[in-house]
């Protein structure tokens, strides 16, 4: 779902059924003016669904016991491409100076949910009534708070706060940080760009979504609603998806594990590749 204007927004709805392939759920927020903004968002998340059509149309098959080629690992890959494709732009063409994109996405499999999160968009998790952002924002703010310096409630009104230490396109080379989620039956994943984590809170969140927990459509628009009577100057934009099955575990009160993978190899090999292309 996206919201550009207060009383102007888009819901779309789908109903997948996961098997060893998997399925990308994706969140991109443009910054270096609105035109910039844009297209650096729309690029990143084109360049992604391209890379894996091309897979596919390769017979390239994903594989869960190799973390390079599973479905997180193609991710990770194709989130570095799109830097490339995205920092070139910027730099052959005046228009599209200084543009970038946050990149906050998510692989789905029957094993397993997998993040890959590039600046200062979110994931949650929405499990057994209680909510969890399980991405850190790449930001000056979230730094300052790590450090000590200043409250995570102090973050809301920085002056800093909208200053993101990663995007793509922004530099030529980006680390993104990539991790792992165990999934249980019912949850719920909510991935959104500023313009909805800045205007609501997360139990506000949490309780919108878990009053209609049966129509992730209501929810969605909802959200929007409230974010927008807050305020809403902001572009929001926002991916909810509900995981059901009955062979998934039964949600449980213990805090979420978050598994952080390592890329390092495919990270150096990507870089090579992207110096080849140039």
Request: overall charge negative; aromatic content about 4%; hydrophobic content about 40%.
């Amino acid at each position: 779902m996206s919201s550009q204007e207060p009383d102007e927004f888009v819901i779309e709805s789908q109903k997948f059924e996961i098997d060893e392939s998997g399925i990308i759920l994706a969140v991109s927020d443009g910054m270096g003016g609105a035109l910039a903004g844009e297209v650096a968002s729309k690029m990143a998340v084109e360049t992604v669904s391209q890379r894996f059509l091309e897979e596919a149309d390769l017979e390239k098959t994903v594989s869960p016991n190799n973390l390079n080629d599973s479905l997180v690992g193609k991710l990770y890959e194709a989130t570095i491409y799109a830097n490339h494709l995205i920092h070139q732009q910027g730099r052959s063409d005046p228009q599209y100076n200084g543009m970038g994109a946050t990149f906050t996405g998510v692989g789905i499999t029957p094993e397993a949910v997998d993040l890959v999160q590039v600046g200062d968009s979110r994931a949650y998790l929405i499990r057994n009534n209680r909510i969890f952002q399980i991405t850190k924002d790449q930001s000056l703010v979230q730094q300052l708070i790590d450090a000590g310096q200043i409250q995570p409630e102090e973050a809301e009104t920085h002056t800093l706060k909208n200053v993101i230490l990663q995007a793509l396109g922004a530099q030529n080379e980006i680390f993104p940080v990539p991790a792992r989620l165990m999934p249980q039956r019912d949850d719920i994943l909510l991935l959104c760009s500023d313009g909805l984590s800045n205007k609501l809170g997360s139990e506000d969140m949490q309780k919108i979504i878990s009053e209609n927990f049966e129509q992730m459509e209501m929810a969605a628009a909802e959200l929007i609603k409230q974010a927008n009577e807050h305020g809403g100057e902001d572009n929001i934009t926002l991916v909810l998806a509900k995981i059901t099955g009955s062979e998934l575990p039964e949600p449980d009160d213990e805090n979420v594990n978050l598994e952080f993978l390592d890329f390092a190899d495919l990270h150096d090999t990507a870089d090579q590749d992207t110096v080849k292309d140039s």
